[in-house]
């Protein structure tokens, strides 16, 4: 069965702070794996790793995967409030011509002031 | 403007009601999909639809039924509501091709609870 795992599932920081998510995954016709950032509504894009070795950045956000060890993780530098949110992983399967996310079971990060 | 539209936002309902949600995307994309995710946030997909055609429909009990009378449209009916379906639905899109590049969009959920 396919089987996307996050670690941790929460964490507390304090703004500055340098947090590393974890994801792990187990998926058959995997193509790529996905983070998102879901704060009160809809999960909402970060970035998609189809790679490895090869970090992708965005501001203080990065993230990198290692499709030996079936793992990735995303790295936020110099936390702030904002930050706040439950973080997504997802594997990309492809499946019947089309694509289908399997998500792991989010980490919730609440960055305090 | 909305790129996926869900409506309701909220829906409350008694068990055993009937109830529909409705979906809309404006991104010209091929393929639709319903999440649902759970009190513990656990997403995990439903249904999928490329160009109206039903492509993936996980182990959904028979009175989730979705409908898709385009390919901008996907809806969502639920029969004799339970207990357990109470949880956000959130419904997404993609291009088919670009559904290899991540493209996914998902809309701003529908949290329905069942009294």
């Known amino acids: 069965e396919d089987k996307v795992v996050q670690s941790p599932l929460s964490l507390v920081v304090h703004e500055g702070d340098t947090v590393t998510l974890n994801c792990s995954y187990e998926?058959?016709?995997?193509?790529?794996l996905l983070w998102y950032k879901q704060e009160k509504k809809a999960p909402t894009f970060l970035f998609m790793l189809t790679s490895s070795g090869i970090e992708k950045k965005s501001g203080r956000l990065s993230s990198i995967l290692d499709k030996k060890e079936l793992f990735s993780i995303l790295n936020i530098t110099a936390t702030q409030t904002g930050d706040s949110a439950v973080y997504l992983c997802a594997g990309l399967v492809w499946r019947s011509n089309t694509g289908k996310l399997i998500f792991g079971q989010g980490t919730t990060l609440q960055v305090k002031p | 403007d909305t790129a996926v539209s869900q409506t309701p936002k909220y829906l409350v309902t008694q068990m055993g009601n009937d109830k529909s949600i409705k979906c809309e995307q404006n991104?010209?994309?091929?393929?639709m999909y319903w999440y649902k995710q759970d009190s513990k946030k656990f997403l995990k997909i439903m249904f999928s639809?490329?160009?109206?055609?039903?492509?993936i429909n996980e182990t959904v009990p028979n009175r989730f039924s979705p409908k898709s009378p385009d390919k901008a449209h996907l809806n969502l009916h639920i029969n004799s509501l339970e207990l357990g379906d109470s949880a956000v639905y959130f419904c997404?899109?993609?291009?088919?091709?670009?559904?290899?590049?991540?493209?996914?969009?998902f809309g701003s959920g529908t949290r329905l609870t069942v009294v």
């Open positions: 991104l010209g994309h091929d393929t």
């Open positions: 998926v058959t016709n995997f193509r790529s």
């Open positions: 639809y490329n160009n109206k055609e039903l492509i």
């Open positions: 997404a899109s993609s291009p088919r091709t670009g559904a290899r590049f991540g493209g996914y969009t």
